[in-house]
C-alpha cells in the first residue's frame, strides 16, 4: 500500500519570504500523482498545486511550486512571498494511476504559521 | 464555481444513534467519495462511489457505514450507531472523470460531535 510522511508537523515563515514544504512518499508504482492541498482554519480542503509522475518538470502555480524528485520519492512544496492567507494546515497526497483507485493517499499534514 | 456543498455543517448526536450526513456533489461529476479527519490528523479515505455503487472501501467503512445516491443528486453517509470515536470531520468530494490528473473537490465538511 502506499504511504505518504510529512515529517514536519509545524514550520513558521516570516511575511515575504520563501519556506519548503517536505513530503516523501512510497510506492511501487512508476505511474501516479501527487497533490498538495490546503486547508485553512475553515476547514476546507483546497487544492494548491498537482504533479503528473511521468512529466520531468516541476509544477508551478504563482508562488507555489514544487519540487519533485521521483527517484527519491520527495515531493516538496515551496511557497515564495508568504502572505498571512497562506497559514494553515497542508497536506501532501498520493493517487494512484492504475485504474480502479482514484482515492486520495494524505500525510499526516503540516502546520504553517506566518509571522507577520 | 460550481461547488460540493455539504450539510449539516455541525451536527451533534448521541451515542448509539443514527445519523445521516448529507452532501450535493457538482453535478457532472462522476466519481463520490467520503473521507474522515478526526481532530488533530490526517484525512483518511471511507469510501469510493461510481456508477451507483462502492467501487472501494477502507477498513474503516464496515458494517455501521453505508452510502446512497437516492436520487441522482445527493450522495448521502450513514452511520447506523454511533460511537464515541465516530466523532470527528466527514468530508465528501467528487471527481469528474477517472482522470488522474483531475483534482477531488472537496465540500466544506460536516463536524460530527458524538456525545
Known amino acids: 500500500a502506499q504511504t505518504v510522511t510529512q515529517s514536519q508537523p509545524e514550520m513558521s515563515v516570516q511575511e515575504a519570504e520563501t519556506v519548503t514544504l517536505s513530503c516523501t512518499y512510497d510506492?511501487?508504482?512508476?505511474?501516479?500523482?501527487l497533490f498538495w492541498y490546503k486547508q485553512p482554519p475553515s476547514r476546507q480542503m483546497i487544492l494548491v498545486i498537482r504533479?503528473?509522475?511521468?512529466?520531468?518538470q516541476n509544477a508551478t502555480e504563482n508562488r507555489f511550486s514544487v519540487n519533485f524528485q521521483k527517484a527519491a520519492k520527495s515531493f516538496s512544496l515551496k511557497i515564495s512571498d508568504s502572505q498571512l492567507g497562506d497559514a494553515a494546515m497542508y497536506f501532501c497526497?498520493?493517487?494512484?494511476?492504475?485504474?480502479?483507485?482514484?482515492?486520495?493517499?494524505f500525510g499526516k499534514g503540516m502546520k504553517l504559521t506566518v509571522n507577520p | 464555481e460550481p461547488e460540493v456543498t455539504q450539510t449539516p455543517s455541525h451536527q451533534v448526536t448521541q451515542m448509539g444513534q443514527e445519523v445521516i450526513l448529507r452532501c450535493v456533489p457538482i453535478?457532472?461529476?462522476?466519481?463520490f467519495y467520503w473521507y474522515r479527519q478526526i481532530l488533530g490528523q490526517k484525512v483518511e479515505f471511507l469510501v469510493s462511489?461510481?456508477?451507483?455503487?462502492?467501487?472501494?472501501k477502507s477498513e474503516i467503512f464496515d458494517d455501521q457505514f453505508s452510502v446512497e445516491r437516492p436520487d441522482g443528486s445527493n450522495f448521502t453517509l450513514k452511520i447506523r450507531s454511533t460511537k464515541l470515536e465516530d466523532s470527528a470531520m466527514y468530508f465528501c468530494?467528487?471527481?469528474?472523470?477517472?482522470?488522474?490528473?483531475?483534482?477531488?473537490?472537496f465540500g466544506n465538511g460536516t463536524r460530527l460531535t458524538v456525545t
Open positions: 497526497a498520493y493517487r494512484s494511476a492504475m485504474g480502479g483507485s482514484e482515492k486520495l493517499v
Open positions: 510506492t511501487s508504482e512508476s505511474d501516479y500523482y
Open positions: 504533479q503528473e509522475a511521468y512529466k520531468q
Open positions: 453535478s457532472n461529476h462522476l466519481y
Open positions: 462511489f461510481y456508477n451507483n455503487e462502492i467501487s472501494e
Open positions: 468530494a467528487s471527481l469528474p472523470d477517472s482522470l488522474g490528473n483531475s483534482p477531488l473537490h
